[in-house]
């Protein structure tokens, strides 16, 4: 992977210099994967043929799932208006993705094919070349075919993230669903000190629910919240109600939290040379009975191992 140092050279102007990465075999143990956006560690560079071994990860401001990106400070959602046209439903996935990561988000809606006359012959205005829109489907083609950083002029980062069908929802739980609309936040506030009678209360007509089911968007709501039910129970089902990660967190120097690898109970505990010995001694009185013309009785390196079990 590529990783971008900044350097700053005697000018105090900073420049990105690219590296080719490998992991640590560490981090790969630990399934810590290093998303576009990371910030990292990088050691063993060679700056002659550009290259590194990124040793750590810093902790994240932020992580989104679709597209997988780290330390994002704000979401830019672009939809076409025509070809194809925008579906309410698909754009409300996008939004309630974008709500339960608590980023700042801006909707962007392109392809309007009603620009105004005086606008459109700006001198500000140019053509641009675009790639075909088929006329089967009336959808274009995606040619970003993986996430890369585009700098600013004015410092930061872009994540040109390639087109997706739509977002997995895998951070969204029953409970935090209705908080992804605005609409619900809304009619819970404006009820105050009044509240639902169940702190569960999922919005679904329950008896003393204070939202009511006559907004706009309400049946996208219960869509949603079906979906992420049964996702749900499936995940229940599979994987039961505890499960340990595969990192482990201890404090090291200076109060710093260190991640490392969460080891299975007995796994890696070496045996006994006791145990091994006898598991040997029971394997060869199995083929002595298979085979009668062995002589295990006399042999000098049995009676060795029989006596040190002794």
Known sequence: MRVIVQREPEDGMKTGLELLCVMRAVLKKIK???????????????????????????????EIVDPPVANVDRLLVLFSMEQPPVEPFMLTRFLVEAESYRIPLTLALNKTELVDEEISGSKWFEDQRVGEVSTRS????????????????GGGYVAD??????PSLLKVTKQSLAQAFPEIRKMLKDSEPAKCSFNDCLHLGEPGCIVKGDWERY???????????????????????????????????????????????????????????????????????DDDSLDLENDPIIRAIENENQ
Do not use: C
């Open 138 to 153: 009336g959808r274009g083609k995606h040619t970003t075919r993986h996430v890369s950083l585009l700098p600013l002029l």
């Open 161 to 166: 993230t390639p087109g997706f069908n739509q």
């Open 32 to 62: 810590r994967r290093v998303l576009v956006g990371d910030k990292v560690v990088v050691g063993s560079i060679d700056w002659v043929e550009r290259r590194g071994v990124i040793e750590n990860v810093f902790q994240r401001s932020s």
């Open 219 to 289: 049946p996208y709501y219960f869509q949603l919240l079906d979906e992420i039910r049964i996702r749900e129970e499936f995940q229940l089902r599979t994987f039961g109600t505890k499960r340990e990660g595969d990192v482990r967190y201890k404090v090291g120097d200076m109060g710093v939290q260190q991640a490392e690898p969460r080891l299975e109970p007995k796994k890696h505990r070496r045996q006994s040379r006791k145990r091994i010995n006898q598991s040997l001694l029971d394997e060869l009185d199995e083929l002595e009975d």
